[in-house]
């Protein structure tokens, strides 16, 4: 099969396409054709040689699919060959096939096609995972996004406005601001131009907002603290502003603050199936009610999979970038 590989650290220039033998099944597991896949800033720091798969993953780059089902393993009864998934991969998502956990597999949603299904598990996971199990984010409270145009905040404005939460976000355009209003987002705050904790401040009578989702890290930890009503939920999954900082550790004391962090590509398969699980049952039936709906921002052929990078450390997207693999 053709797959694309790093063939060592370094710029997006580093991706080739190259053919490569066909993954093998496990007993639990099932053989994926895959149509599509996105884009995931994951990709990025492994292509750069900061975010290696976890032990026994694919070496190969990808962390999400769309296709046909093309085999199963002898102790899969849920699945069948033939079958239009989606899925949630350890890595091998840039490839023509790929070998995936049968807990990790979607059926593609209602009124999406299979192209568009690849931009969603990972985005639902993560957000899913972070903000709803763990965050116990809940209809009538307030909820922050950073980098509200990205693929995960354009999941998460929809997914938190269809639950009845009122949405905050940051973005550093015009453009993408209006993009995240007309996803449904309360307050779109250019973080550019505006104190992002004096506008959420404001807009919350002094209080502050309930969750905040962050991928900035540690240039933004201090200002998100100050930023959270009384019991207030921060959940970290990403460190693009450093992975250090220091804080007044009585600010979480006096105002029963919580701060969490997770990733999504190191946890068991069982968590990630319970995961996926969760995911079908309470997110799916949104995305067939059009309640959610994809946002792309550009598809490109599997052999450019080093412009799609490009356009991801630009920063220029909004919405997920798509491979198109067959």
Known sequence: ???????????????????????????????IRIAATAINRADTLQRQGKHPPPKGESEYPGLECSGTIESVGKNVHRWKIGDQVCALVGGGGYAEKVAVPAGQVLPVPSGVSLEEAASFPEVACTVWSTVFMTSRLAKGETFLIHGGSSGIGTFAIQVAKYHGVKVFVTAGSEEKLAACKNLGADVCINYKTEDFVERVKEETGGKGVDVILDNIGGLYLKRNLESLNLDGRLFIIGFMGGSVAEINLTTLLYRRLTVQAAGLRGRQPENKALIVSEVEKNVWPAIAAGKIKPVVYKSLPLEEAAEAHRIMESSQHIGKIILLVQ
Not at 9 to 25: H, M, T, Y
């Open 1 to 31: 099969m053709k797959t694309i590989v790093i063939a060592e650290a370094g710029g997006p220039e580093v991706l080739q396409l190259r053919e490569v033998e066909d993954p093998k099944i496990k007993d639990d597991e099932v053989l």
